[in-house]
């Protein structure tokens, strides 16, 4: 069976719902803070995820600041206090044993007054829950590894026994985990049974998708005015995948455009789903909206939930044919 986008009744009569998840790397007050002024005068209440422990070893892959840092810290907590919620991108920017990923969640909440309720692995982490080709099984693995040139990076934040498992404390203490990334500003249409979770991947209590905008340029692709009228009119939903730091006039300048001109652009971006009849909200009650509907779709099916896709495993992958066709997804 296929599945079309769910139709949902977004709250206050809004036509459909926006948000971003802006991963922390390579974050700072310097670069961050005047995007996060510009969306909260705008009316955006987003998640931004953090690093709640300093670093003890070289990055991953980027680091940034973290919640060690007091003018960090503070600023997080004021973005806290203005309504944004703060997510999680695992504890720091390399690789964390299980001791040290309590650790850090045990500061994040001493910081915050509770367990982080949504988040994204960290690239490259090993303490990462099923990344890599454990995100998928059978055929659906081969496809991935063909997609990704046969990257052989191992994660083990689910293997249970390993000494970088923490997946019995993600499952206890946090809701929704982000997956797959696509190249379609309706993360719904995309991902229409999400949130979902994966009985091959008990860990993980729901998956959410997003829709790609990891650097800049993609994230201004994705969300020209042509795809925010198609997702206007489908009545979706936008999670978007993003570094909000390359919204920064530093770090556009090193994309060899004028500081003016990325300024009028995340202005323009920005403003253009504010005047809209959107709703602009979290990752967690975009989640949270979909949920209901997929309880209810799945409540109509009379125990048919499995033959309909709606709990078996590997529901990003429907087909070959589709997987192919998502090769853009950032795997």
């Known amino acids: ?98 001791e040290r990923t309590l650790e850090g969640l045990r500061r994040f909440e001493e910081i915050f007054g509770h367990a982080p309720r949504s988040m994204a692995n960290h690239t490259g982490c090993r303490e990462n829950l099923y990344w890599g080709s454990d995100r998928v099984t059978g055929w659906r693995r081969w496809v991935y590894l063909a997609a990704t040139l046969g990257r052989k990076a191992r994660f083990l934040g689910h293997v249970k026994g390993d000494e970088h498992f923490w ?16 190249p379609d500003i309706n993360t719904l249409r995309a991902c229409p049974w999400m949130p979902y979770h994966d009985p091959l991947r008990p860990w993980v209590n729901q998956w959410y998708a997003s829709s790609e905008g990891g650097v800049l340029d993609s994230f201004l692709r994705t969300v020209t005015e042509e795809n925010q009228d198609r997702l206007e009119a489908e009545g979706g939903a936008c999670i978007m995948y993003a570094h909000l730091e390359n919204f920064s006039a530093r770090t556009a300048w090193s994309h060899r455009a004028s500081a003016s001109s990325w300024s009028g652009s995340r202005r323009k971006v920005a403003g253009s789903c504010q005047s809209r009849r959107c709703w602009i909200t979290s990752p967690r009650s975009v989640a949270s909206m979909c949920s209901r509907r997929v309880s209810a779709r799945r409540s109509k099916t009379s125990g048919c939930g499995t033959s309909c896709g709606m709990e078996k495993a590997d529901t990003p992958w429907p087909s070959a044919s589709s997987a192919m066709k998502k090769a853009m997804w950032r795997l």
């Open 1 to 98: 069976m296929t599945f079309s986008p769910p139709q949902i009744q977004w709250p206050e009569g809004k036509k459909f719902a926006f948000t971003i998840f802006d991963d922390t790397d390579a974050s700072t007050v310097a670069n961050s803070a005047p995007v996060y002024a510009l969306l909260r005068d705008l009316g955006f209440r987003t998640t931004k995820s953090v690093w709640a422990l300093e670093a003890e070893q070289p990055p991953v892959v980027v680091g940034g600041a973290s919640c060690a840092e007091p003018d960090y810290r503070a600023w997080a907590l004021q973005l806290q206090a203005e309504g944004f919620e703060i997510g999680f991108h695992n504890v720091c920017c390399h690789h964390s044993k299980r």
């Open 167 to 182: 997946g019995d404390v993600c499952r206890e203490r946090i809701r929704y985990v982000r997956n797959f990334v696509f």
